[in-house]
């Protein structure tokens, strides 16, 4: 496929480092151009030089695209860059990761996109296709911190590949085909990558817009902006929605508190919401999903209820981890944005709540609203502690119940085991980026929790049954 070709992967991370390793192993010449000093990045580059990548670190000059026949864009960067736009000027073909795994490919994709739920609703959907396929013969990769390029060489033929696609990913994408695809929901996010709410729309759409007949999309009823996308599904591919609203008489919504999956005048139920392992409003949207997605590829429904029940959700998605004096504690580091956030606050009462960081600037009316409603103690650190204060004030939320941690996880801890009771639950849901604390949300997830787990009388997750502490 790439025998005697030379190719150009710009971005060296998982994904970037990911395509130059299989461009190698398809005996392509292989260059990989970081803007970033190699010091500055994590990556071990040994097995890469080993594997005669050749190594390109610090400014990108046009001269990098001499001879070469391809370029594979990794999704941190912008198509936007001089070197990019270059590429096109030039005539030479410009893919990204996602499209490279695609040409790969032997078995379906079945795809998820949307602004918040994605690595929830592929980590389950992951474990529906296991149910068919078996874990041998199912991928699970994408935006989810897996290359998906390296997930579609493993599983070869004859499986299905679960794929977390972000607005990144579907720039430099053109003829991306997934068999099956589900976009949660559009809200306001990325717009400095993107330039407008109309082309972060345009990049999600772009999911479906290559499917044909035979082909499914599923979306987000109760979502205005992904319910009008109907109107764009391309001709003889089936649309179908789902809702935790609305009584669909086609899709996948609730009947009373059941789940069910509803086609051709036909009703298959699956788990209730008590049941469902995954907690909150915005998980049942996020299962509803996974199963119209899983039963289209042909899973077995009594198979589907045993995952359900069983799957509690991904590290850093309000994970609970830990109780301390009767309280407990979450990790919702993954909320980078309000929208996101206002999910976590959705799911609980009278919360300790800790929030800010590297600030995106996004309004902060309806986050503040429901702060006000619901939580009874906020917590603020970072870059945007100050904006949220103000924000808190202004939506009546006592100032005498926010307090200041500065840029210390460690004061903001202690802040919220001195102000948590019985009864109150401790939530780490920043309505932010982290990057003016740490390298990634991952980062700022795991020292929140490691701190908790260091307070006295912690217990976790992990021992809570047999009762021994952390």
């Known amino acids: 496929m790439f025998e005697a070709k030379h190719m150009l992967v ?45 190594l390109v670190f610090g400014p990108q000059e046009e001269s990098l695209l001499d001879g070469v026949d391809l370029v594979v864009v990794a999704p941190a960067v912008p198509v936007r860059i001089p070197l990019i736009q270059a590429a096109y000027r030039r005539g030479i073909r410009v893919i990204s990761e996602v499209e490279l795994a695609a040409e790969l490919a032997q078995s379906p994709f079945y795809a998820v996109t949307g602004t918040n739920g994605k690595t929830t609703t592929v980590t389950l959907l ?77 990049m999600k759409e772009r999911l479906f817009r290559e499917e044909t007949a035979g082909d499914l999309v599923v979306l987000n009823y109760d979502d205005v902006k992904t319910r009008g996308m109907k109107a764009r599904v391309p001709e003889g591919v089936r649309a179908c929605y789902f809702s935790r609203k609305e009584a669909l008489a086609e899709g996948a919504c609730l009947a009373g508190d059941t789940l069910v999956l509803r086609s051709g005048g036909e009703e298959v139920p699956l788990v209730t919401v008590d049941e469902l392992g995954i907690k909150g ?25 045993g995952v359900l029940r069983s ?49 995106k600037m996004t ?5 503040m609203a429901l702060v006000k409603e619901r939580v009874d103690a906020l917590i603020l ?64 997830g795991r020292d929140f929790k490691r701190l908790v787990r260091a307070l006295p009388h912690a217990v976790s997750e992990e021992t809570a049954e047999s009762g021994g502490e952390a």
């Open 10 to 54: 710009v971005g060296a991370g998982v994904s970037g480092s990911a395509a130059a390793r299989i461009g190698r192993q398809f005996g392509a010449a292989v260059t990989l151009s970081d803007a970033k000093a190699e010091k500055d990045l994590k990556e071990d580059f040994a097995p890469l030089r080993a594997a005669g990548v050749r």
């Open 126 to 202: 992951g474990l529906l296709l296991q149910t068919k396929y078996g874990a041998e013969k199912t991928g699970v990769g994408g935006n989810i911190g897996v290359a998906l390029s390296e997930e579609a060489l493993r599983v070869g033929a004859g499986g299905a590949i679960a794929a977390e696609i972000s607005s990144y990913q579907m720039e430099a994408t053109q003829h991306f085909h997934p068999h099956a695809a589900a976009v949660l929901n559009v809200t306001p996010d990325h717009i400095l990558r993107h330039g407008s709410m109309e082309v972060y729309q345009a």
């Open 281 to 305: 409003p915005h998980n049942v949207e996020n299962a509803l999903a996974a199963c119209a997605l899983a039963y289209f590829a042909g899973c077995d429904p009594e198979k589907m209820r």
């Open 311 to 359: 799957f509690h959700g991904v590290e850093h998605r309000i994970e609970y981890f830990a109780t301390v004096d009767g309280v407990p504690y979450y990790n919702d580091s993954k909320a980078t944005n309000t929208d996101s956030a206002i999910k976590a606050l959705q799911t609980f009462e009278h919360i300790v709540l800790l929030a800010g960081g590297d600030d």
């Open 363 to 367: 309004d902060l009316t309806d986050f």
């Open 381 to 444: 650190i970072g870059d945007a502690a100050l904006r949220f204060r103000d924000a808190a004030c202004a939506a009546g939320f006592p100032e005498e119940n926010i307090y200041a941690a500065g840029y210390s996880m460690p004061r903001a801890v202690e802040l919220a085991h001195a102000c948590a009771h019985a009864g109150e639950v401790v939530l780490l849901s920043p309505a932010c980026a982290s990057f003016d604390m740490y390298d990634g949300m991952a980062q700022r």
